[in-house]
């Protein structure tokens, strides 16, 4: 059966969050607690939908989160993490106190996977990156080869 839908999606605001909404949410959150976000949006007077609180408040808003710069040892345990559990960013967040899942893969996919691309490892292997050949080497020789 599933469940139903969390709100009928007439009449809802979506795109970017803006500081009085952000000042709503805290403010009933920090009075009311979470509780049910179904009902939280309507309660603290937003015209948002429940997922959308929710994800804010996870993602965003959280007291304990921490925000800026990834450390070298926290971009360390992603990618060993990451070679060990693959795109399971809710187990890897698990080891970066104060981290969000969602910040994790975004700092993965910008920055992370194309470093590992170019000191030549596969991100998705975390070995090194060899052509179907080989080597460069075994490559020239075969294009030499063919143009005889």
Not at 17 to 27: G, Q, V
Not at 133 to 146: D, F, R, Y
Request: proline share 5%; hydrophobic share 30%.
């Amino acid at each position: 059966m599933g469940r139903s839908p969390c709100c009928k999606k007439v009449g809802l605001k979506k795109g970017p969050w803006t500081p009085e909404e952000d000042e709503k949410l805290l403010a009933y959150i920090e009075q009311h607690g979470h509780g049910s976000w179904r009902a939280l949006s309507l309660k603290a007077g937003l015209e948002r939908c429940g997922k959308s609180c929710r994800l804010r408040w996870l993602n965003y808003l959280r007291p304990d989160i921490k925000r800026g710069k990834f450390s070298l040892q926290e971009e360390r345990t992603i990618i060993q993490l990451h070679a060990l559990l693959g795109n399971r960013w809710s187990a890897i967040d698990t080891h970066l106190p104060k981290r969000t899942d969602n910040e994790i893969k975004n700092y993965w996919n910008t920055h992370l996977k194309k470093r590992l691309t170019e000191m030549g490892i596969d991100p998705v292997t975390h070995k090194p990156i060899t052509d179907a050949l080989g080597s460069a080497a075994n490559l020239s020789h075969m294009v030499q080869c063919i143009n005889r």
